[in-house]
């Protein structure tokens, strides 16, 4: 069956383009699937343009809306199995991480789906004037261009559908090109629950050949990007010219902050699985370290014991702990990363190579790396590598714990680690990040808004701001009693 979704059809590219899938964990054929250009997205936006114009969804009662959302959750949880399993055969991340996604995926749109269900913010506005009934609507933006990239493919793309959905919108997502087997699974689910033609559309293909159009096209209403800062510079400026809604996701380079009276052990645990869950390839990802001085020794030596025992392998090894990254050509930014920090200064305590063990040589993988003694200035601390490569730097005191977090162009994310609550609090409060974890790191759930401040980007994804994102808040006004102003008389 052909892999684009057009107006509730089913169809090959226009000009036949086709693309092989392959695992990165070992290079295997996943399928060869069809390659939209820019005539497909093209169609795709028609599609959505007329199911918003002229189609039933924009007006479909919220609770109608909210049920289709519920049924969509409930197909998901029906299907989990297999979708995790073409989660990670297109990501090569382990089968259990994409079980997990698969289950906080559901539970998104289980989340929008009540959210939209329960009613919505209209609200009555209180003008003090007895003869004007004033209220607040909402209504969906129109035609949204969903942009997703590949490290968590459906969860990414989850938290744009349902939330776009709930608000009465229609969609044309484009997945990233690495990673589309999961967007082709939903639509078929979407189908299934009933959502009615060409409200959901789908291309698959590359940014400049179908994100690109999608951005630039005057018939979209709203972009909604997550992916890197490089692209999403680019699609500002491509959406300026139409003056779209835009929503944007972008990068991280998240502190970890650990103060000298942290409870030890978990602290250690949780700067491991902070950086080097998906070999590092998360948004969130706590990829600078920094430690308090008096600690640093000791924890900088367990934290580096832990990364050389972390277990490398495929999605369907049970014995690994991480995996593969997503192409030859993203392992060789990281190494060029690594490579700069050591000829920078930093010191490589462990990995900064390809793993010895040749029944890997045929996946993408590379060691988990911890680079000490790290300055601001290195550009392996200040760019996002997006790899299993942990930067340690050292601080003080509070305030300069402080000044190093918040020393980048990102605002995606931070934890605190610390016993004293009152100074957990206080640094808290003082990071210029979107999310900040106290004695954690990584958690997330639906019902708390996600997104970045500073170059992460703006706009907000899960909670009420992530649907609100979606809706246009209208002011409807009525005179209740009209009389002539004669205001010229
Ligand atoms: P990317 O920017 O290369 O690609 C993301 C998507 O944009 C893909 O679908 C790609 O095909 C498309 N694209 C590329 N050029 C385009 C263009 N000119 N116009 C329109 N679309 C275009 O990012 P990636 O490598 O797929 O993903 C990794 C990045 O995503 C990292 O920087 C990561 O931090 C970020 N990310 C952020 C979050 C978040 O919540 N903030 C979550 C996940 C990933």
Redesign the pocket.
Known sequence: MPELFIGGTWTAAADGGLREIRCPADGTLVATVDEAGPGDASAAIAAAREAFDSGPWPATPAAERGALLLRVAALIERDQDALARAESLDTGKRLVESEYDMADIANCFRYFGNLVASGGTDRIVDTGDPGVDSRIVHEPVGVCAL??????PLL?TAWKVAPALGAGNTFVL????LTPHTAVFLMRLLTEAGLPDGVANLVLG???AV??P??EDPRVDMVS?????V?GR??MA?AAPTVKKIAL????KNPNIVFADAEYESAVDYALTAVFLHSGQV?SAGARLLVQDELHDRFVEDVVAGARAIPLGGPFDESARTGPLISAAHREKVEAYVAAGIAEGAVLRCGGARPEDRALDSGFYYLPTVLDECTPGMSVVRD?S?GPVLTVERFRDEDEAVALANDTVYG?SGGVWSQDVGRAHRVASRLRAGTVWINDFQPYVPQAE?G?MKQ??FGRELGPAGLAEYQEAKHVWRNLSPRPLRWFE
């Open positions: 942009i997703t990239p590949w490290n968590y990414q484009k997945p990233s090109e590359t940014g400049p994100g690109a999608l951005t990007f997550t992916g890197g800062l692209t680019r699609i491509a996701e972008l990068g991280g948004c996002e997006f995606l996600w970045g992460s980007g």
